[in-house]
């Protein structure tokens, strides 16, 4: 009996030791390959035979990644660079191109692609710089990728009649192509029907090579797994000018894309997502992050969801998060049937104690809200928060980080986190920053939040140095308040505060602050 061909094999690496530095071995999650899935899925929907290598949540060696390609023997190799935070795009592709050259230099003898937030952001520069990537995708990839498959040939002759991708030419030049469409919200169901799960890796039962943030599992080490992570929509109907999410949805040839300029939502049906959590629940698999940007934003498709969830969730087993906005998260009565439906936990972006502040980012869309009283409403349906702040916007300075931070003691969530602004590649933020000539990374790591190498945007009146250490003390001061651990304490035990005061013991190193006198 003959063996099909492999189409194609996605791989999927990190930069997690150094972008999470020493917090990587045991603080950080271990998210799977969620787009990694999807395009699996799509693309074995069709009749293509492939495979997923997710060498970060294995461990793998450049060496066993190249091995184990060469058994595989593929048509492709397609690197899929995102990742659950907003940074993870460009932060992963130093883990991704150190190993694209690896496999190059010794000789792998196939086409590698790339896609991803980083080059969908800057295909051309990417290409500049990397010289071992063949080709990128200029958006979500999933009918240029379908058309790649259909070639026998990866010359130019035959790239130039594919949408959707970035490459160079015999002339060495780049050619950035007409752009494709992304998968309308009518074809969801069908163009990316579902996730590939029994694809990944596992030890002994599915789903328990990843695990879930610290705060997610109540800061229980043995409830971080197994864990998985799904979307029930693509994008954000949103504007915001320190995000680059909405990259996905890119639908222009331009050498730097603008994600503000994309902002659109597109949703799988209630009846078909539900499935897929049936799938994870069938598997075992309890602990679940919903990914997407605005899970709590239309009523039409999260609250028949949310009712078939709380048909399975009777014994009140999930253990699930979602991101909502603080302006969107008011009425109570959906509250309640969040928390039914196994969403124990809402990740909120309040962004900034300062409204003058929080509405420039915002673009003048985020709707002014009394946050406690929002706050004290999702507490009082039994849901805990973890409020998410930026130190460093424009508009910034002492006093307004002051009172943003002064105002997450206030609401003490038993969730906490607070990034240091950075002009992500794809955001309004960086294209303002490369107009203004502002110093940027000069590493893929330097995008990271928690690297060694993070070089945050500074205000008109803070240096970045500033920022950081501002924001480095604030994660300290917060995890060591009396108020958030008595907090904990009664939620969660005794086991957890202590979890939670050895990780305020690990200390970040800072390339910007080595030399601090501020």
Same mark, same amino acid.
């Given at each position: 009996?003959?063996?099909?061909?492999?189409?194609?094999? &996605?791989? /999927?690496?990190?930069?997690?030791?150094?972008?999470?530095?020493?917090?990587?071995?045991?603080?950080?999650?271990?998210?799977?390959?969620?787009?990694?899935?999807?395009?699996?899925?799509?693309?074995?929907?069709?009749?293509?035979?492939?495979?997923?290598?997710?060498?970060?949540?294995?461990?793998?060696?450049?060496?066993?990644?190249?091995?184990?390609?060469?058994?595989?023997?593929?048509?492709?190799?397609?690197?899929?660079?995102?990742?659950?935070?907003?940074?993870?795009?460009?932060?992963?592709?130093?883990?991704?191109?150190?190993?694209?050259?690896?496999?190059?230099?010794?000789?792998?003898?196939?086409?590698?692609?790339?896609?991803?937030?980083?080059?969908?952001?800057?295909?051309?520069?990417? #290409?500049?710089?990397?010289?071992?990537?063949?080709?990128? &995708?200029?958006?979500? !990839?999933?009918?240029? $990728?379908?058309?790649?498959?259909?070639?026998?040939?990866?010359?130019?002759?035959?790239?130039?009649?594919?949408?959707?991708?970035?490459?160079?030419?015999?002339?060495?030049?780049? @050619?950035?192509?007409?752009?494709?469409?992304?998968?309308?919200?009518?074809?969801?169901?069908?163009?990316?029907? !579902? %996730?590939?799960?029994? #694809?990944?890796?596992?030890?002994?039962?599915?789903?328990? +090579? %990843?695990?879930?943030?610290?705060?997610?599992?109540?800061?229980?080490?043995?409830?971080? *797994?197994?864990?998985?992570?799904?979307?029930?929509?693509?994008?954000?109907?949103?504007?915001?000018?320190?995000?680059?999410?909405?990259?996905?949805?890119?639908?222009?040839?331009?050498?730097?894309?603008?994600?503000?300029?994309?902002?659109?939502?597109?949703?799988?049906?209630?009846?078909?997502?539900?499935?897929?959590?049936?799938?994870?629940?069938?598997?075992?698999?309890?602990?679940?992050?919903?990914?997407?940007?605005?899970?709590?934003?239309?009523?039409?498709?999260?609250?028949?969801?949310?009712?078939?969830?709380?048909?399975?969730?009777?014994? =009140?087993?999930?253990?699930?998060?979602?991101?909502?906005?603080?302006?969107?998260?008011?009425?109570?009565?959906?509250?309640?049937?969040?928390?039914?439906?196994?969403?124990?936990?809402?990740?909120? !972006?309040?962004?900034?104690?300062?409204?003058?502040?929080?509405?420039?980012?915002?673009?003048?869309?985020?709707?002014?809200?009394?946050?406690? =009283? /929002?706050?004290?409403?999702?507490?009082?349906?039994?849901?805990?928060?973890?409020?998410? %702040?930026?130190?460093?916007?424009?508009?910034?300075?002492?006093?307004?980080?002051?009172?943003?931070?002064?105002?997450? +003691?206030?609401?003490?969530?038993?969730?906490?986190?607070?990034?240091?602004?950075?002009? +992500?590649?794809? *955001? #309004?933020?960086?294209?303002?920053?490369?107009?203004?000539? @502002?110093?940027?990374?000069?590493?893929?790591?330097?995008?990271?939040?928690? *690297? %060694?190498?993070?070089?945050?945007?500074?205000?008109?009146?803070?240096?970045?140095?500033?920022?950081?250490? +501002?924001?480095?003390?604030?994660?300290?001061?917060?995890?060591?308040?009396?108020?958030?651990?008595?907090?904990?304490?009664?939620?969660?035990?005794?086991?957890?505060?202590?979890? @939670?005061?050895?990780?305020?013991?690990?200390? $970040?190193?800072?390339?910007?602050?080595?030399?601090?006198?501020?």
């Amino acid at each position: 009996m003959n063996k099909k061909k492999l189409d194609c094999v &996605f791989l /999927v690496v990190s930069s997690s030791k150094k972008s999470y530095q020493t917090l990587a071995k045991t603080y950080s999650a271990i998210e799977p390959p969620t787009w990694a899935l999807l395009l699996a899925q799509s693309t074995r929907s069709i009749g293509y035979n492939v495979k997923i290598i997710d060498a970060n949540a294995e461990g793998l060696s450049e060496t066993e990644i190249f091995d184990r390609i060469k058994a595989y023997d593929p048509k492709i190799i397609c690197m899929v660079v995102y990742g659950q935070n907003v940074n993870a795009g460009t932060a992963n592709m130093s883990g991704a191109t150190h190993i694209t050259n690896f496999l190059k230099n010794n000789n792998i003898g196939k086409k590698i692609c790339f896609i991803g937030s980083h080059v969908q952001a800057l295909p051309k520069e990417t #290409l500049e710089t990397e010289k071992n990537i063949d080709f990128v &995708f200029t958006n979500e !990839g999933v009918y240029a $990728l379908r058309n790649i498959l259909k070639l026998d040939q990866f010359e130019h002759s035959n790239l130039k009649e594919i949408k959707g991708i970035a490459y160079r030419s015999h002339e060495n030049k780049i @050619i950035i192509n007409k752009s494709e469409q992304v998968v309308p919200t009518e074809k969801m169901d069908i163009d990316l029907p !579902g %996730y590939a799960w029994d #694809l990944l890796p596992f030890n002994k039962n599915p789903m328990d +090579l %990843y695990r879930a943030p610290m705060w997610h599992a109540e800061y229980d080490f043995n409830k971080r *797994s197994p864990y998985a992570s799904l979307q029930t929509s693509l994008g954000c109907q949103f504007k915001c000018n320190f995000c680059m999410i909405n990259l996905i949805n890119r639908d222009d040839e331009n050498e730097v894309g603008v994600a503000s300029e994309y902002n659109n939502m597109r949703f799988w049906s209630p009846d078909f997502i539900i499935k897929e959590f049936d799938k994870l629940i069938k598997m075992g698999v309890r602990t679940i992050r919903i990914v997407d940007e605005m899970f709590l934003l239309n009523p039409k498709y999260y609250v028949p969801l949310c009712e078939k969830l709380a048909e399975r969730n009777k014994d =009140d087993s999930l253990r699930m998060w979602s991101y909502s906005r603080i302006d969107t998260v008011k009425r109570p009565e959906i509250l309640k049937l969040v928390r039914k439906a196994g969403i124990k936990w809402l990740c909120l !972006g309040i962004e900034s104690g300062n409204k003058s502040v929080r509405l420039e980012v915002a673009k003048g869309k985020f709707e002014d809200v009394q946050v406690k =009283d /929002v706050i004290n409403k999702i507490h009082e349906a039994g849901i805990d928060v973890m409020a998410n %702040y930026i130190f460093g916007l424009p508009g910034d300075n002492k006093e307004t980080i002051n009172e943003t931070f002064n105002l997450s +003691l206030e609401l003490c969530t038993a969730g906490w986190n607070t990034y240091a602004a950075m002009a +992500l590649p794809g *955001s #309004l933020l960086y294209k303002n920053a490369k107009d203004m000539k @502002i110093n940027l990374p000069n590493s893929y790591e330097g995008y990271s939040f928690h *690297s %060694y190498d993070t070089l945050p945007l500074p205000t008109k009146s803070l240096s970045a140095a500033e920022i950081l250490k +501002l924001r480095d003390e604030a994660f300290t001061k917060y995890h060591t308040n009396k108020s958030f651990l008595k907090l904990i304490e009664k939620k969660f035990g005794t086991k957890a505060t202590e979890n @939670i005061i050895n990780m305020t013991k690990v200390k $970040l190193k800072r390339k910007l602050l080595e030399n601090d006198n501020t």
